[in-house]
C-alpha cells in the first residue's frame, strides 16, 4: 500500500461543498476517509454521502488502481467508482493523476452531475452484452471532462458501445484525448448523445487508434466537434465518427477506415458518416478508405458541407471522396475534392436518389469508373431522381473510364450554371456523359458526350486553359483559369457575390465562369 500522506478535509464552505483529498493510491477495503489515509474509492463514497458539490483532488503522476472485484452495484463498494451527488474529480496543480480499472469493471458510473479534470481514465472493461461506456458512463445527468486521457476501455461482448465514454444528458469534451478504446458495436471513443437543449460540445479533443462496430472514433448525436483531431481508428461502418443533428468545425478526418464485417458484410463512410441534420464546416477529410462507398464522406440525411477540403481519400465502390444517397437537398459549397478515387463510380463525389447542388466548388484530380469527377445515378429502390446542380464551379484534371469530369446513368441528371468543365481525361466522353441540363454561361472543353450545352451563352470546344489545382487563397486550393481563358468576363452578371475563396464577384466586366474570379485577386 502506498504511503499515506497528508490531509483529508478542508472546512466546508457555505454552499456546503467540501474539498477530499486523496492520500493513497491503495484501493482497500472501504472505510472512513480519514484525514491521513483517504483512498479515491473512500473519497467517492465520502462525496457521496454529504450529496453536495464536492471536489474530490487527487496528487498530479499518482496512479489509482482499483482492486476490488464486484459488479452490478451502485455504492462504489466494488467495482466502478460509483458517484452519486454532484461531485468535480481533478488532479492538483499540474499532470495528471491515473485512474486504473484493471479490467475489473468499468472505471467510472456516474449517477449524478460530474466533472472530471486532468485524469487519465485507463482499464475499464466489461464483458457482458449490451453493456455501454467502458471508461464512463454518464448516461442521465450532465457531464463534463476536460484535459484529460480516456484510453484503453474495451467492451468486446455483443451488443456493447462507447469503449471509452457514454453521455446521455449533454454536456462537453474540452482538450481531451480517446486512445485505443473499443467496443464491439457503436462509438469507440465515446457515444455523444444529446438533444436539442442538452447537446453536446467536443472542442479540441484528439480521438486516436480506436475501434468499434460503428463510428469508430465518435458517435455525436446533438451538437458540435470543434477544432478536433479524429485519427486512425477503425469500424465496420463510419470509421472516424457519425454524426446525428450535428456539426464537424475546423477540425481533421485523417487516416480513418472502415472494415469488412466478421461475416464479410462491407459498409461505407471511411472519414464522416452524416445523418440526418449533419454538417461538415471548415474542415479536412482526407486519406480516409472505405470498404464499401464513401471513402471520406457517406451521406444519409446530412445536410452541407461548407468551405471544406475533402482529398485523397478512396472507397472499395463508390463515391471517393462523397457518397450522397437517398437525400433530397444536400449542399456543397465553396470545398474543394481533390485526388479522391472510387473503385467503381463517381470518384469524387457519387449521387444515387439524391440531390446534391454544388456552389462555387473544385473537383480535380479525381477518379473513377465513370464520373471521376462526379456522378450521378438512381438507386433502383431510390424515389428521388438523381440531380446534382452544379452552379458556378469548377470541374479540371478527373479521370474515368468515360465521363472524365461529369457522368449520369441509370435516370440520373446534371443541371449547370457558369460552371467551368475541361481538362479531364476519360474515353470517349473526358469531359461529360450523360443528361445535362444548361441555365447559361458554361464553358465545357468537349461536350460531345452529354451535347446539351447549347445555351446560347455556353462556350464549348475549346481549351478552358485552367492552373493546377493551388493555393489560391481562402480556405481551400483551387484551379484558377489563366489570364487569357476563356472564362474571363464570359459568365454574365448574375453569379454569386463571392467566388470559392471568398473573393468578391464580378471583378471585370462581367463574371468569370468557374469557382474563382480571377479579378479577385
Same mark, same amino acid.
Given at each position: ?19 477530499? =483529498? ?47 472485484? &464486484? ?5 462504489? =463498494? ?16 499540474? &499532470? ?130 470543434? =477544432? ?6 477503425? !469500424? ?23 472494415? +469488412?464485417? +466478421? ?6 463512410? &471511411? ?22 462507398? %464513401? ?19 478512396? !472507397? ?49 484530380? $479525381? ?8 456522378? !450521378? ?33 441509370? %435516370? ?7 460552371? /467551368? ?21 458554361? /464553358? ?9 450545352? $447549347? ?24 484551379? =484558377? ?24 464577384? +464580378? ?15
Amino acid at each position: 500500500m502506498a504511503a499515506a500522506v497528508v490531509c483529508l478535509l478542508i472546512a466546508p464552505s457555505a454552499a456546503s461543498a467540501d474539498t477530499f =483529498k486523496v492520500t493513497t493510491g491503495a484501493d482497500p477495503a472501504p472505510g472512513k476517509c480519514a484525514k491521513r489515509d483517504c483512498s479515491l474509492r473512500e473519497a467517492v463514497r465520502a462525496a457521496n454521502r454529504r450529496g453536495g458539490r464536492d471536489m474530490i483532488v487527487l496528487r498530479s503522476g499518482r496512479t489509482h488502481r482499483l482492486e476490488i472485484a &464486484g459488479t452490478g452495484e451502485d455504492a462504489a =463498494k466494488t467495482g466502478d467508482l460509483d458517484v452519486l451527488g454532484p461531485t468535480t474529480i481533478r488532479t492538483a496543480k499540474g &499532470g495528471r493523476a491515473t485512474v486504473d480499472a484493471q479490467e475489473l469493471d468499468r472505471v467510472f458510473h456516474m449517477l449524478a452531475t460530474a466533472r472530471l479534470e486532468r485524469l487519465r481514465i485507463v482499464g475499464g472493461r466489461i464483458d457482458e452484452p449490451n453493456e455501454t461506456g467502458f471508461g464512463i458512463l454518464a448516461q442521465t445527468n450532465r457531464f463534463d471532462i476536460e484535459r484529460s486521457v480516456v484510453a484503453n476501455n474495451v467492451g468486446p461482448a455483443t451488443n456493447s458501445s462507447a469503449g471509452g465514454l457514454r453521455m446521455g444528458a449533454g454536456g462537453s469534451v474540452v482538450r481531451t484525448t480517446f486512445k485505443g478504446n473499443e467496443s464491439r458495436e457503436g462509438g469507440g471513443a465515446g457515444t455523444l448523445v444529446g438533444t436539442p437543449d442538452r447537446p453536446v460540445r467536443v472542442f479540441g479533443a484528439r480521438v486516436l487508434g480506436n475501434r468499434a462496430g460503428v463510428g469508430g472514433g465518435l458517435v455525436v448525436s446533438g451538437g458540435s466537434v470543434v =477544432k478536433s483531431l479524429i485519427d486512425g481508428n477503425t !469500424a465496420y461502418q463510419c470509421g472516424g465518427l457519425q454524426l446525428n443533428g450535428a456539426t464537424l468545425d475546423r477540425s481533421n478526418v485523417i487516416d480513418n477506415e472502415t472494415v +469488412p464485417t +466478421p461475416t464479410s458484410l462491407t459498409f461505407g463512410g &471511411g472519414g464522416v458518416c452524416l445523418g440526418s441534420g449533419s454538417a461538415i464546416v471548415g474542415s479536412t477529410v482526407a486519406d480516409n478508405f472505405a470498404s464499401e462507398d %464513401g471513402g471520406g464522406v457517406d451521406v444519409f440525411g446530412g445536410e452541407r458541407i461548407v468551405r471544406s477540403r475533402i482529398a485523397g481519400n478512396t !472507397a472499395n465502390d463508390e463515391g471517393g471522396g462523397v457518397n450522397v444517397i437517398f437525400s433530397e437537398a444536400f449542399t456543397i459549397t465553396r470545398s474543394t475534392l481533390s485526388n479522391n478515387s472510387a473503385s467503381a463510380d463517381g470518384g469524387g463525389l457519387r449521387a444515387g436518389s439524391a440531390r446534391v447542388i454544388v456552389n462555387s466548388s473544385t473537383f480535380s484530380g $479525381n477518379e473513377g469508373v465513370l464520373g471521376g469527377g462526379i456522378l !450521378a445515378d438512381d438507386q433502383p429502390t431510390g424515389a428521388n431522381d438523381s440531380v446534382v446542380d452544379l452552379r458556378w464551379s469548377t470541374i479540371t484534371a478527373n479521370n474515368s473510364g468515360n465521363g472524365g469530369g461529369i457522368a449520369a446513368i441509370d %435516370g440520373g441528371s446534371f443541371i449547370s450554371e457558369g460552371t /467551368l468543365i475541361g481538362t479531364n481525361f476519360g474515353a470517349p466522353s473526358p469531359d461529360c456523359s450523360g443528361p445535362v441540363v444548361s441555365a447559361g454561361h458554361n /464553358l465545357v472543353g468537349d461536350a460531345t458526350g452529354c451535347n446539351a450545352f $447549347n445555351a446560347g451563352t455556353d462556350i464549348t470546344g475549346i481549351n478552358p486553359n485552367v492552373f493546377p489545382l493551388a493555393d489560391n487563397g481562402g480556405p481551400t486550393e483551387t484551379a =484558377k483559369p489563366s489570364p487569357d481563358s476563356a472564362a474571363i468576363d464570359n459568365g454574365g452578371e448574375d453569379c454569386p457575390a463571392k467566388d470559392q475563396r471568398g473573393k468578391p464577384r +464580378p471583378r471585370g466586366e462581367a463574371c468569370d465562369i468557374g469557382s474563382v474570379e480571377l479579378g479577385g485577386g
